[in-house]
Structure formats: C-alpha cells, structure tokens
C-alpha cells in the first residue's frame, strides 16, 4: 500500500462555467483553476437546476484536481 496515496476528500465551493456533456460541467476551483465537475446518478435530479454561473458544493480528491463530484448547489 502507498502511504502516500491521500485518503481524506477535500469540499469545496465550485463555479460553474458551462455543461458539456450529459452529466459533466467545466468549473472553476476557488484558486482559479478549471476541473470538470461530474454529477453522479444518486444526484441525477440536479442536472435539471445547475446553469452556468451558479455556485455549487464539491467533493475533490487532493491527488486529482482535475475532478471534482457535485454534491449539492449553493443558495438555490
């Protein structure tokens, strides 16, 4: 085992930008750096709420920033 694999998610509050597939979204990280936000099938009756610009809640993993899971939308 990787002792240095991390093990702990990281939430964070993720700015939309736009929706370019079924179920993903191009984001904005609060540092500014862009991810793809995916939605899983448990949170499928968020797709038809998210628009571009909307702030949402997501779970990333410290190894990969480039992903990001939406769990929750900010404020609506």
Known sequence: MNDSYPSQYVNCI??????FAPTAYHATLP???QTVAFIQKKEEAL??????????ECTICP???DRARIRSVVGK
């Open 63 to 65: 190894a990969d920033f």
């Open 47 to 56: 797709l038809d709420i998210i628009c571009p610009g909307d702030k949402v």
């Open 31 to 33: 540092n500014g750096k």
């Open 14 to 19: 993720c700015t939309i930008i736009e929706r």
